[in-house]
Nanobody, 121 residues
Framework: QVQLAASGGGLVQSGGSLRLSCSASGKIWLLNHMGWYRQAPGKARELVAVISRDDTTTYADSVKGRLTISGDNAKNTVYLQMNSLKSEDTGVYYC???????????????WGQGTQVTVSS
């Protein structure tokens, strides 16, 4: 089992900044990807940004240039620096990790509990 602890959400005005963090613990063995997804009210969950073990990053087009994902492999922690926030960034942000273990089922995927981000206009 892998446990995820996310923090950093809150209420911020449009144009403001927030920093989310998510730390993984437990039977990690090897993390391949750590990422952030979000779900706005009435909408499907969507990818925000993902970082791979080799520091390759992927972003949703809507956040490019404003949100930055980074990782600390030694701490099994991923961060999401969110600048120039807009009202459409409002939603519940979920951390997700994908990794490998030497035990069946060999691959794992875990979601964090979600942290609320609200951007007021």
């Amino acid at each position: 089992q892998v446990q995820l602890a996310a923090s950093g959400g809150g209420l911020v005005q449009s144009g403001g900044s927030l920093r989310l963090s998510c730390s993984a613990s437990g039977k990690i063995w090897l993390l391949n990807h750590m990422g952030w997804y979000r779900q706005a009210p009435g909408k499907a969950r969507e990818l925000v940004a993902v970082i791979s073990r080799d520091d390759t990053t992927t972003y949703a087009d809507s956040v490019k240039g404003r949100l930055t994902i980074s990782g600390d492999n030694a701490k099994n922690t991923v961060y999401l620096q969110m600048n120039s926030l807009k009202s459409e960034d409002t939603g519940v942000y979920y951390c997700k990790v994908d990794g490998r273990t030497p035990e069946v089922p060999f691959e794992y995927h875990y979601w964090g509990q979600g942290t609320q981000v609200t951007v007021s206009s």
